[in-house]
């Protein structure tokens, strides 16, 4: 690491929470603790640190953290940190406290403040990528992804087990207001008749067609499972124009909602998040600064963060076209 004028460094949670953000906190610390440089956790996002919500973190402040969902250190939205006010608040609590440099756990709203706050004041920063959705460009998987995937995918697997035992056409909601990566992943993976997301231009005509289909092959029960974005209408829509449309039909509506968000995390968040967080510090203290840190291909990758806030991961159309065939 050649960047030894970094004496203490700064960490945070910032935006919605997801699965893993603690065992990159704690990759963070034990990682600074390593090099010798001092950590300090600020509590409740860019909030906290106008508030100067801040306390010293060592190797010992963060045992038995990796296998807890959420993030101990907490989260919150902060619309004053969108002011330049704000975030002269925030400077001031990193004068006070000594940090100078920070690495922010969350999602592009996250980026998009860490991003102003450079501007302003010159703080080197990294970013880690924490967010169910897994929509941000740089890395092929974000921290919280693939938990939120295996929680909606049992969810679903329960949910069948209903449908088939009464024969009814069950319409499952599953978060993703712009992005339909959990919706495509689960239903592929629990074996839906359909699958709704914001990114393909969907028609409630097509969905009749496949549900025609699906009678005419002797199907008794149907899974469709749909992003909380997709433009075509929400689940209750959905359900209820397939109901006019199939008066026979025995229709259900689940909406998960923030049981994805919880849980302690999959081995494979666990695993990203503690080199992501690695990676994090080694980077600032090697001098980079307005970058994200991700993995592609399974290797460490640096994004410059105007470049991952402006861009979006794109849905696997591949995946697309085997869900429709297989929901034959």
Same mark, same amino acid.
């Given at each position: =690491? ?7 460094? #700064? ?17 963070? $610390? ?15 996002? *860019?909030?906290?640190?106008?508030? /100067?919500? $801040? ?11 990796? /296998? ?42 996250? %980026?998009?403040?860490?991003?102003? %706050?450079?501007? @302003?004041?010159?703080?080197? *920063? ?7 959705? /897994?929509?941000? %460009? ?14 909606? =995918? ?15 056409? %069950? *319409?499952?909601?599953? =978060?993703?207001?712009?992005?339909? *990566? ?50 075509? #209408? ?27 968000? #919880?849980?302690?995390?999959?081995? +494979? ?7 992501? #967080? $690695? ?10 600064? @307005?970058?994200?840190?991700? +993995? ?33």
């Amino acid at each position: =690491m050649s960047d030894h004028s970094l004496k203490k460094i #700064g960490v945070l949670t910032s935006g919605g929470d997801s699965p893993g953000m603690n065992a990159a906190i704690r990759a963070v $610390v034990r990682t600074c603790a390593y090099y010798k440089t001092e950590c300090a956790g600020i509590s409740r996002g *860019f909030e906290g640190l106008i508030h /100067n919500e $801040v306390r010293e973190l060592g190797p010992r402040s963060v045992r038995h953290i990796i /296998n807890r969902g959420g993030t101990f250190l907490k989260t919150a939205r902060s619309e004053r940190f969108r002011t330049k006010e704000g975030r002269e608040d925030a400077y001031q609590t990193l004068i006070k406290n000594d940090i100078d440099g920070l690495i922010i756990i969350g999602g592009d709203g996250s %980026f998009r403040g860490a991003k102003a %706050f450079y501007e @302003d004041f010159g703080i080197p *920063f990294i970013g880690i990528p924490g967010t169910i959705d /897994n929509d941000i %460009f740089g890395t092929d998987y974000t921290i919280g992804y693939d938990t939120a995937l295996n929680t909606a =995918m049992e969810a679903i697997d329960r949910i069948r087990d209903s449908a088939t035992s009464h024969n009814r056409v %069950f *319409f499952i909601e599953v =978060m993703g207001r712009d992005a339909g *990566f959990i919706a495509l992943g689960s239903g592929i993976a629990s074996g839906a008749q359909e699958i709704l997301v914001p990114e393909r231009k969907d028609s409630i005509d097509d969905l009749f067609k496949s549900l025609e289909e699906s009678e005419q092959s002797g199907k008794k029960s149907s899974i469709i499972v749909v992003s909380e974005g997709e433009e075509i #209408g929400n689940v209750y829509e959905l359900a209820k124009a397939t109901k006019e449309k199939f008066p026979k039909y025995d229709i259900r509506v689940s909406v998960l909602g923030y049981i994805q968000r #919880g849980g302690n995390p999959s081995c +494979m968040d666990r695993i990203l998040a503690s080199r992501l #967080g $690695v990676a994090a510090v080694e980077a600032i203290l090697d001098g980079k600064t @307005d970058i994200m840190v991700g +993995m592609r291909s399974n290797k460490i990758v640096h994004t410059i963060i105007a470049e991952a806030i402006r861009k979006q991961n794109e849905i696997d159309i591949e995946l697309l076209r085997i869900s429709k065939i297989l929901a034959i």
